[in-house]
């Protein structure tokens, strides 16, 4: 049987509003790269809103009103807007088609022009059939039989083909349904002979092939080779589309007849048609798919469309499938509601529980809170007596290294002092004999002499300073440097000689840093009065780098 894919408007007679400034035209744009998926989303969106389309056809259509009105003066200029607008209106308002129509007949019958008279008529034609008044379009076509001008032959075929196409969808006998196929084959085959269009014979010719089973990959392959050659914006696509989802339908290829399906109604919607059938189909596909959303609203597109363009047919042709897609819609919204409530209800007694949880655990964290803040406290009362404790353990460990280095300078001092009176003993001793032996020689005064001569008195002074200053840079080797560093330059005491020795000054304050702190001791040390030993002491106070009470405790603290 022949395919009813070319029952469709036979032509686009508008050129395509292809803009890529929303996501529909850079669909249209890139439709060759987009899987079926992504086409059928971007569809989505142009189904719930095609009013910028229907309007920028409406524009286009104004737009011609307005050039006729601008030649009305002219019968023929205004014959061709008059033609431009009807076919303008083909698939959009069919009111419109019939009302051009009459129009084009008045003025080629007030011209006179045969050839135009033709076309009118021929135009006429296909506003009866737009009508779906079979009958009255056949009588015209008819009374036409054999009077076709050249020029009007290819729009002659064009008219029966699609006539015939379109009776033999609605008759009921089979008979009549391959007879009324046979002659809109037959007009092709005769359209193929006139038509000047290469994509377009393309097209009639895969329709002619797609009723051989055996020339059926190659009809496929040949529209497929086609489409892939045209720009994306010819104003062919969404008719080569339709016919490439019939074909591949008819060579059991579904995911391909719904990819093309759906970039026919991509291009359709777009072009601000409303009469057409690759939407309707698509639907019914999603609806065998259980896409029962996208199937209802795609459906009701098509009713909406069918009514505004005022296309009988196109209503008749939704109205056995849309109470099925609508009934099954429904059932799906109330399978919905009823989840929706049983999701509400859960959703209200786990909002309690959500409640009761928030509640316990508030007043958990508010223990917790309490809990924390306690040993919190505890905690800060601890470090305290740690820190307390580490300063007292500080102080003993200071007290220790104090005690330590009291006891090292003891012992060094003991040994000395043990060494030291150890050999004075030894010497007095041999003094004694000596002068023990002048005394028994009964030289008296070579006794006094002896008596009376204070050398061997300086030079054990002499001898014991010199012991203790070796014992003591000893043990505290950097002494006089630490010392100088906390005196003004100016201040600042060297040592004589290249012998390590200390002059008074230094050994007043090495007395000091020995824990010898009464003037009067330290005179009695070293020999001399308790005066100087106070202005020595006053006069590096003066010459302190630090404060002058804080001196001698720095000086105590010397390593």
């Known amino acids: 049987m022949l395919c009813s894919a070319g029952w469709q408007p036979i032509r686009a007679l508008t050129p395509s509003p292809f803009s890529q400034e929303s996501e529909a035209g850079r669909a249209l744009a890139s439709w060759k790269r987009l899987s079926t998926q ?157 038509e000047h269009d290469p994509v377009w014979r393309v097209h009639q010719r895969c329709l002619l092939m797609s009723v051989d089973s055996v020339q059926l990959p190659e009809a496929v392959g040949l529209i497929r080779s086609v489409l892939d050659t045209l720009p994306v914006s ?76 005022e296309v009988p047919l196109r209503m008749l042709q939704c109205s056995p499938e849309f109470p099925v897609i609508l009934d099954a819609y429904q059932q799906k919204i109330d399978a919905q509601s009823r989840d929706l409530r049983l999701r509400l209800l859960a959703f209200v007694l786990l909002s309690a529980v959500l409640v009761v949880l928030l509640v316990y655990v508030y007043y958990v964290t508010v223990r917790l809170r309490q809990s924390r803040r306690k040993l919190w406290e505890k905690r800060k009362l601890l470090e305290e007596n740690n820190r307390k404790l580490n300063e007292v353990l500080d102080q003993e460990q200071e007290a220790n290294l104090q005690l330590r280095e009291s006891n090292r300078i003891k012992e060094a001092y003991i040994t000395q002092y ?88 230094l050994r007043v304050f090495a007395l000091i840093r020995l824990g010898i702190t009464d003037s009067a001791t330290i005179a009695s040390f070293l020999h001399c009065s308790v005066k100087t030993v106070y202005n020595c002491r006053a006069r590096l106070r003066s010459k302190a780098l630090c404060e002058r009470n804080d001196f001698e405790e720095q000086i105590k603290q010397l390593k």
């Open 234 to 309: 010819h104003p062919h696509i969404r008719h080569l589309s339709y016919t490439a989802s019939y074909l591949y339908s008819q060579a059991h290829r579904p995911d391909s007849a719904e990819y093309y399906l759906a970039v026919s109604a991509l291009h359709d919607l777009t072009e601000g048609v409303r009469e057409y059938v690759s939407l309707r189909d698509l639907a019914l596909r999603l609806f065998q798919q259980r896409d029962l959303s996208r199937a209802y609203h795609y459906l009701h597109r098509c009713v909406q469309d069918a009514n505004a363009s």
């Open 38 to 194: 992504e086409l059928i989303a971007v569809l989505d969106g142009i189904v719930t809103d095609t009013a910028p389309y229907i309007l920028r056809r409406q524009q286009r259509i104004d737009s011609l009103s307005r050039k006729l009105n601008e030649v009305a003066a002219s019968d023929s200029a205004s014959f061709l807007y008059a033609l431009k607008l009807l076919r303008a209106n083909i698939g959009f308002n069919t009111r419109e088609v019939v009302r051009y129509a009459q129009i084009c007949t008045e003025l080629a019958q007030k011209m006179g022009d045969p050839q135009r008279q033709q076309q009118a008529t021929l135009a006429k034609v296909r506003a009866l059939i737009q009508r779906g008044q079979y009958d009255q379009a056949e009588q015209l076509l008819l009374a036409q039989y054999g009077k076709v001008l050249a020029d009007n032959l290819r729009d002659y075929y064009e008219a029966a083909v699609e006539l015939y196409g379109w009776k033999g969808q609605y008759v009921t006998s089979e008979k009549e349904q391959m007879r009324y196929y046979l002659q809109s084959r037959c007009y092709r085959d005769s359209l193929l002979m006139v």
């Open 418 to 505: 043990m060494t030291e009176c150890s050999a004075f003993i030894d010497k007095i001793m041999a003094y004694r004999k000596g002068l023990l032996g002048v005394a028994q020689g009964k030289k008296v005064a070579e006794l006094l002499s002896l008596l009376r001569d204070t050398e061997v008195e300086k030079q054990e002074l002499d001898n014991f300073y010199n012991h203790f200053d070796h014992t003591f840079l000893q043990l505290f080797p950097c002494f006089v440097e630490q010392l100088n560093a906390l005196l003004q330059p100016d201040a600042r005491i060297l040592p004589h000689g290249d012998q390590p020795r200390l002059n008074t000054d």
